[in-house]
């Protein structure tokens, strides 16, 4: 069974700065790419970053030069380091993993962990 637990959302001022971590079980980490989502209240779940397997990186525009995603295949575990955290990026954020090796098809998610930036 495939398991994505995220940690390391929390409150902080903006400017500020978090570490989300996913870690993952059930499914052999190194060999799918990786993804973080957000969903804002009464809005609609958004793409924030992803990595593929090789580790090449894509962001959405609106976290360009903020977050950072990275992965450590060693530990099973996909990071998403956020900078210069905006209230607008207030959401619940969800990591995702590819179904598949060679595309972006997101099939398992996570319970998501509560990021709130207060301004």
């Known amino acids: 069974q495939v398991q994505l637990v995220e940690s390391g959302g929390g409150l902080v001022q903006a400017g500020g700065s978090l570490r989300l971590s996913c870690a993952v079980t059930g499914r052999t980490f190194s060999d799918y790419p990786m993804g973080w989502f957000r969903q804002a209240p009464g809005k609609e779940r958004e793409f924030v970053a992803r990595i593929s397997r090789s580790s090449v990186v894509s962001y959405a525009d609106s976290v360009k030069g903020r977050f950072t995603i990275s992965r450590d295949n060693a530990k099973s575990t996909l990071y998403l380091q956020m900078n210069s955290l905006k209230p607008e990026d207030t959401a619940v954020y969800v990591c995702?993993?590819?179904?598949?090796?060679?595309?972006?098809?997101?099939?398992?998610w996570g319970q998501g962990t509560q990021v709130t930036v207060s301004s």
């Open positions: 995702a993993q590819s179904k598949s090796s060679i595309t972006y098809s997101w099939k398992y």
